[in-house]
């Protein structure tokens, strides 16, 4: 590494020395902003899909069967219209009318889940740390013991036993398996920070143990907390399309998953109805770049050491 | 050696045995707590096979005795425990009168095949390119590709399986659409068996590895960053020793470790991804199982399948734990 520093700045490490000049706060790298950016775009599909949309479409039998997209031909050597530029499914709902409902649908229901677990999780990590003792372990060993349990086979014996659900029912099912890792995370974070000068020196002031962990603490562990709430946030879509995949999970309401579980059954891979599949495929993929993106654009703002090697 | 302190041993067998016995009870409970009665489903499914069915409420009763549901819940309880603990869960309904446990044992040698194999790949794949992303002399291509295919990373094995299946099968039918092996070939140690599980395993094993590789490169990277900065990496270069051999010896060694524990984490998720793969390859491991299982609305099947997959997980985590200090000696266990 020293060997390098007379050596003159080369083209990529002058463009990242201007970023840094420009953008000075670490809440601003490129990668939190276009994981956002790609965030913010499939709910905008969602918000102004309804506007600009026709929702009926997403009914059964509501458009032509296995129309293409626009510029493509299927297996009847039928053209993509206008109508449908998505194409339709071989139900005939329209593909474009699917997603504006179903990708907000999905992003639901892993925002609440991983909303409802973080706040568990605060909660069970703050009281670990703080309280100690037989609280500690009875949260410390509940923590071990759920995490190693994989969520989607409980939540099969459940769904499997109760059937249908709703989109919040199956959130809120999913929250239950999202509390253990920030739960640890913020136990151990906690844990550490009662032995940082700071909070040593608040005490000594005469602070109050909720005045220590809501202003002394929580603003420290913020880029934790995000990541660790992105994180679930990924857990809980994967789970959710898991069960959708398995023929589980909301059976009327119109999500990602379902519709991919819907295209493998009617075997639209065989037909070539790639559409079908494919793009909800799509968009789950580029949904979960995004999350990638804000989980790495995190992790640059909570460990600096990873900023000059990006 | 390390070895092993009693306190340590006691807190992870302590956990292994509330995993499995939660586990279990979770599994026992969710279907009591529901509306539907599995004595009505199997008595529709009769009733569906016959036409229709005479003397049901006597048919319903002697279902409900077989099932053991008109016993004490306790008693139940309990009975279920002990069978999940000797892998007894009754009998399949769909395909009665098989046991549950005939048709795990006949579909888990798939999934742990499957697994350990895409999993090894991985893991090798993974920590190298890793820790070539951080090794100042590795070329340049590898530090802006391996970037790029991280993006990979976030996308959950079944809609990587979704478009390999896609290009590799149903376009350019490299590869078998689905299935485990051909159903030409007798199974059996014969060459042209061999040959067919692993034509129908290449695509499952693929579209794991694609997009699992990501998550052990980037901790891997992680990991590097803080052992390139350490002294024996130092002296090691002020001795003059080879790049690569510093490389291998003294920094991905070190910096290996960790990583090892990191499967201890993500070993569920793993396990759930390809239990999602192979029902869209149909290919024959528990994952078809379960949802072939989740169709028929077959119980036990579907009960013994997620405590099986639960077990293998809560096993795979405690060996992890119980192995590492004789991996690294330097790890003291505390019980804290």
Sequence with gaps: ?310 | MGRIPRDYLINRLVTLVLTILIAATIIWIIPRLSPVDPAEIALGRMAAGAGSVANSEEILAQLRANMGIDQPLIVQYFKFITGALTFDFGLSTAAFPTPVSTLILNALPWTLGLMILSLLITFFIGNLLGALMVWDRSPKLVKVAIPAAMVFTSIPPILSGLLLMWIFAAKLQWFPLTGAYSIFVEPGWTWEFVKSVLHHGFLPALSIVVVTFGFWALGMRGLMIGVQGEDYVKLAEAKGLLPRYILYRYMIRNAILPQITAFALKIGLLIAGQVLVERIFAYNGMGKLLYDAILNQDFPVIQGVSFVIILITALSVFLVDLLYPFIDPRIRHEVA
């Design chain 1, 1 to 310: 590494m020293t060997s390098q520093d007379n050596m003159p700045m080369t083209r990529a490490e002058k463009r990242q020395a201007r970023r840094i000049r420009r953008f000075d706060n670490p809440w601003m790298n490129p990668k939190l902003t276009w994981g956002v950016a790609i965030l913010l775009g499939i709910v905008a599909i969602g918000i102004i899909g309804r506007f600009v949309w026709n929702l009926d479409l997403v009914f059964t039998g509501s458009a032509p069967l296995k129309l293409p997209p626009l510029g493509a031909e299927n297996l009847r050597g039928q053209p993509g219209v206008m109508e449908y530029p998505l194409g339709t499914d071989g139900a005939g709902r329209d593909m474009l009318a699917l997603i504006i409902v179903g990708a907000p649908n999905t992003l639901f229901v892993g925002l609440l889940a991983s909303l409802i677990g973080m706040s568990i999780g605060i909660f069970l990590g703050f009281s670990a740390g703080f309280i100690g003792g037989r609280v500690d372990d009875v949260i410390r060993v509940g923590a071990d013991v759920m995490i190693t349990i994989p969520p989607l086979l409980i939540l099969v014996v459940f769904q499997s036993a109760f059937g249908d659900v709703t989109l919040t029912m199956m959130a809120l099912l999913i929250a239950g398996f999202v509390w253990q890792s920030p739960t640890r995370l913020i136990r151990a974070q906690v844990l550490s920070m009662k032995q940082s000068g700071y909070v040593q020196m608040a005490q000594l002031s005469g602070a109050s143990t909720t005045h220590i962990m809501f202003r002394e603490m929580l603003p420290n562990l913020v880029p934790y907390l995000f990541g660790s709430f992105i994180a679930s946030v990924t857990t809980s879509i994967v789970t959710a399309v898991g069960l959708e995949v398995l023929g589980l999970g909301p059976q009327r309401i119109p999500t990602l998953g379902r519709t991919i579980y819907e295209a493998i059954n009617a075997g639209a891979l065989i037909q070539n109805l790639w559409w079908w599949w494919g793009i909800p495929t799509l968009l789950l993929g580029v949904m979960f770049i995004g999350l990638l993106l804000i989980n790495l654009g995190l992790d640059e703002v909570s460990n600096p050491r990873l900023r000059k090697l990006s």
